[in-house]
Nanobody
């Protein structure tokens, strides 16, 4: 079992910044990648950004140049620095960890509880 604890959401004005953090804990798993997804009311969950254990990143087009994902492998923590926020960025942001069991080699996805980000105009 892997637990993900998110922090850093909140209310910010348009043009402002927020930094999300997600710390993973658990034993007998290797974390292959971590990332952030978001879900706005009435919409499907969508990719924001992901980063592998080797540091390869993948970003949604709509956040390029504004959001930066980073990772501290020693702390099993992933960060999302969000700058130049827009009202359309308002959503619940979910942390994801894609892990591999050290016992079975099965790959599993775990999700955090979500953190609300609200951007006012």
């Amino acid at each position: 079992q892997v637990q993900l604890v998110e922090s850093g959401g909140g209310l910010v004005q348009s043009g402002g910044s927020l930094r999300l953090s997600c710390a993973a804990s658990g034993s007998r798993y290797s974390i292959l990648a971590m990332g952030w997804y978001r879900q706005a009311p009435g919409k499907q969950r969508e990719l924001v950004a992901t980063i592998t254990s080797g540091g390869t990143t993948r970003n949604a087009d709509y956040v390029k140049g504004r959001f930066t994902i980073s990772r501290d492998n020693a702390k099993n923590t992933v960060y999302l620095q969000m700058n130049s926020l827009k009202p359309e960025d308002t959503a619940v942001y979910y942390c994801n960890a894609h892990v591999k069991s050290q016992l079975t080699s099965i790959e599993i996805d775990y999700w955090g509880q979500g953190t609300q980000v609200t951007v006012s105009s």
